[in-house]
């Protein structure tokens, strides 16, 4: 941890380190594009071959697929409980996809052409569900169930599995409910490859859509281009804005949230109060030593700032400097504070609203820029599952009113081809 003062004379300076952006190591970068060229190479065997490499079962191709049996066993196993759970979420982020859903639309210009777009589901999508040291059940819901909103008739995911080949059931078990059509158990940059290059066991796909760790977000951004991707996101972010009525037990909780993930997740605590920052400090001492994640935990203590500002207008500027994967309010005001905020994926605003519940269950999905990223890109929403069509539809009047501007723009650029191609229809 580390405490920033904006009395400190560098106090800039260190606001200004912590900004970051999306830059994969050389190592990484190589290893993701041998990964590629590999699996265009050779296809299912290469697949077979860097599952193995990076720790995961050996596999043949026909082993990839998680069959039908497993599929049914799994959900068979689901307790009640989970199932509730993950149906409430479910509910949720579907009710909030519908709202989000882009309709086809058309009008008439100033010429009388029909114009207009039309809004079509991706015919196949492929979703990664990262499942390395936890089973991100969660992540199905907020990802699957907006392609099964948006009714994409092939939904494809992918998820590590264990040495043994086996995918957890309850992960396996949200992946029917929120609407998967195929599963495969592999992960990591092959995972990625495959879905964007396509093999014999696997498929292609038109989108590939998820997050994961450092190479399944590289294999993403080589394999862009070849296929569409959604977003690039990388490690866990939280910044909180908090005053003197922050309760520092619940703003403890919520940046330990954050930091479980490990991996170089940030959390950050900025306040115009002393006494809020010091009972913070002394509240993640405590409550760290009561939870199970403490190699995670002990990996991303060091990635936790506190920030005393001397007023909220500043932590508002550093938060919007810092366009936060997550953003917290725990202030009087919080929804006057909200509207100044520009950058954020999502923002959780008032001291009741934890991140979590953003996490698990309140509805937008929970997949979201990082890395100062939210400066440009919104978090995953079901039109992302829609592809876009314009519609031009002339008549012989619209296009008689329409000629002379389309004669003018022939003349001036030299294409008289193109302005031939529009007279030849009224002579």
Avoid at 294 to 316: G, M, Y
Avoid at 321 to 347: C, M, W, Y
Wanted: with cysteine; aromatic share 6%; glycine share 8%.
């Amino acid at each position: 941890m580390q405490m920033l003062r904006h009395t400190d004379p560098s106090f800039k300076k260190a606001i200004a380190r912590l900004n970051r952006f999306f830059q994969p190591e050389a190592k990484v970068r190589e290893t993701v594009s041998e990964i590629l060229d590999g699996i265009t190479k050779q296809g299912d065997r290469a697949v077979a071959h860097y599952t193995e490499k990076f720790g995961g079962p050996r596999l043949t191709p026909a082993q990839f697929k998680v069959s039908e049996k497993e599929m049914k066993e799994a959900m068979a196993s689901l307790d009640k409980k989970t199932r509730s759970a993950i149906q409430a979420a479910k509910s949720n982020v579907a009710a909030f996809a519908k709202k989000s859903l882009r309709k086809t639309w058309k009008m008439k210009n100033g010429q009388g052409v029909v114009v207009g777009e039309r809004f079509d589901p991706f015919s196949r999508v492929g979703i990664y569900i990262p499942g390395g040291t936890a089973p991100l059940v969660s992540t199905a819901v907020m990802t699957c169930t907006l392609a099964q909103v948006a009714k994409v008739p092939q939904i494809v995911a992918v998820t590590p599995a264990d040495r043994e080949g086996k995918v957890h059931p309850a992960l396996l078990a949200a992946l029917q409910l929120c609407g998967a059509t195929e599963v495969y158990r592999i992960g990591g940059a092959q995972a990625i490859a495959a879905l964007a290059i396509g093999t014999k066991a696997i498929p292609s796909v038109d989108k590939v859509f998820g997050p994961g760790n450092a190479y399944v977000v590289e294999a993403k951004r080589q394999a862009f281009g070849r296929v569409a991707v959604d977003l690039l996101p990388g490690p866990s972010e939280v910044f909180i804005i908090a005053d003197s009525t922050g309760n520092p037990a619940w703003i403890a909780s919520d940046l330990l949230a954050q930091a479980e993930h490990g991996h170089g997740s940030i959390a950050i605590l900025a306040s115009d109060s002393i006494a809020l920052l010091n009972k913070t400090a002394q509240e993640l001492n405590r409550q760290v030593a009561l939870l199970n994640r403490q190699a995670a935990l002990k990996e991303s203590l060091k990635n936790i700032s506190f920030i005393h500002v001397k007023t909220l207008k500043d932590a508002v500027e550093i938060a919007n400097d810092f366009a936060p994967e997550h953003l917290s309010l725990a202030v009087r005001n919080a929804q006057k504070v909200a509207r100044q905020i520009r950058t954020s994926g999502a923002i959780f605003i008032g001291a009741v609203s934890p991140v979590v519940g953003g996490d698990f269950l309140a509805g937008p999905s929970h997949e979201l820029p990082t890395g100062g990223a939210g400066k440009s890109f919104a978090g995953l929403t079901v039109d992302q599952f829609q592809r876009r069509t314009s519609l031009v539809e002339f008549s012989k009047e619209s296009l008689r009113r329409s000629l002379p501007a389309i004669a003018t723009f022939s003349e001036i650029e030299g294409l008289d081809a193109h302005g031939r191609s529009a007279s030849i229809r009224l002579e």
